[in-house]
């Protein structure tokens, strides 16, 4: 039964994977330096910090919410499905099923999530006239920063 009280920490960790692949897990490096002399700095292109876009999203705190009660049920399936079984290789196999479940769910729930934060630094970076927006995380020097544009942009959306 051990299995199962890891179950839990799993689930969370599938949660917490939903922030990595939003390009969170850039959040705790140190943040590098995005202001630079103005001889320096190009008005073409645009930088963003997604996390704390995705962070901002109007809708992110309801899917977070839906996704614990979805981990919830799904861990509750996952043992109740286990427990049936007497077999450790078919226990496991019941277990990962539901971690399946679990990844297909979040990413059913987030998908439009992401869409809509992407959409919104397009609109900003057309308004802008910005032909390239990176990830603030990966540039060093220059790059006008637009976050607060996109989440100005999100927020009208919704």
């Given amino acids: 039964m051990k299995k199962f009280s890891s179950f839990t920490g799993i689930a969370l960790l599938v949660l917490a994977l939903m922030l990595v692949f939003s390009g969170s897990a850039f959040a705790a490096a140190k943040k590098p330096s995005t202001t630079a002399p103005a ?3 190009t008005g073409s292109v645009g930088i963003v910090d997604r996390s704390e876009i995705l962070r901002n999203h109007p809708g992110l705190a309801k899917a977070q919410q839906q996704l614990t009660e979805i981990a919830r049920k799904k861990e509750n399936e996952a043992k109740a499905a286990a427990d049936k079984e007497t077999d450790t290789a ?15 769910e979040e990413q059913k729930l987030m998908a439009p999530i992401y869409r809509d934060c992407e959409q919104a630094v397009r609109e900003v970076a057309v308004r802008k006239k910005l032909t390239l927006v990176l990830d603030k995380f990966v540039v060093l020097i ?3 920063d637009i976050t607060q544009d996109v989440i100005q942009q999100l927020a009208k959306k919704k």
């Avoid at 078919?90 to 297909?104: C, G, I, N, P, Y």
């Fill in 142 to 144: 220059g790059g006008e």
């Fill in 90 to 104: 078919k226990k496991a196999q019941a277990v990962q099923a539901k971690r399946m479940e679990l990844a297909q």
């Fill in 39 to 41: 001889a320096a700095s």
